[in-house]
């Protein structure tokens, strides 16, 4: 436990935070599943990045295991955490969009999405290595179907209602995560692997940070009312 706190002081306890709205998230989003239709499964997504970050942080801090072995069980979670996040955050998006051809443009987007997943993890074998280039095009991916989805709004939705809907509170999440750590991304890619100009700890605060607002933002888009939740 000693070496957990020693750690998690070089995040700034931004990992505890993100692990405590994580577990709030997961606890609101169990109970009130059943408030609208486009909700129905988003629980499952807080469910599994808990699940993710419990493992790796008991494992590696309360067991004595092989750093080879675990950045290989890390980074088979990861992706698998992955293509369950876009998964789970495009049936939202796509339940909620009520406009044709904006549909229409989603299953063109998850398309080319999936044909780069198959990309990276049938012809490049990187199903065993941690997606960091993957996280980018995600990120980036998720930031356009939010986008649309924000037009949506506006085309379905009177002004008033906008802060009554999940979708809002879910969009402007979403977009603030991805939008966020795009650069972060980058930066770990580009800067951070090649030069050491960027100390990691400073970009994983940010990223649990940002995770952290995320969560709790769809808590708010699981406490509004039922007969306000529409979309």
Known sequence: MKEFLEASRTYYYTDILMILCTSICVVVSVKNRDRAVTLKYLFLYPTMALAQTLFAFVVWYFFDVDSVQFDLQLSIFANIFLISEFGLLFYFFYATVK??????????????????????????????????????????????????????????????QLLNQPSTWIVAGSLLYFLTTVPLYIVKEYFLDKYDVVKEPGLYSINYLCYSIFFLLIVRAFLCKPDETQS
Do not use: H
């Open 99 to 160: 406009t044709a051809i904006l549909k229409k443009a989603m299953i063109v987007i998850l398309l080319v999405y999936v044909l780069i997943i198959g990309y990276f993890w049938v012809l490049k074998g990187r199903f065993i290595v941690f997606p960091f280039k993957l996280y980018l095009v995600q990120a980036i991916f998720v930031s356009v179907i939010s986008s649309i989805c924000i037009a949506d709004l506006f085309l379905d939705n009177p002004k008033t």
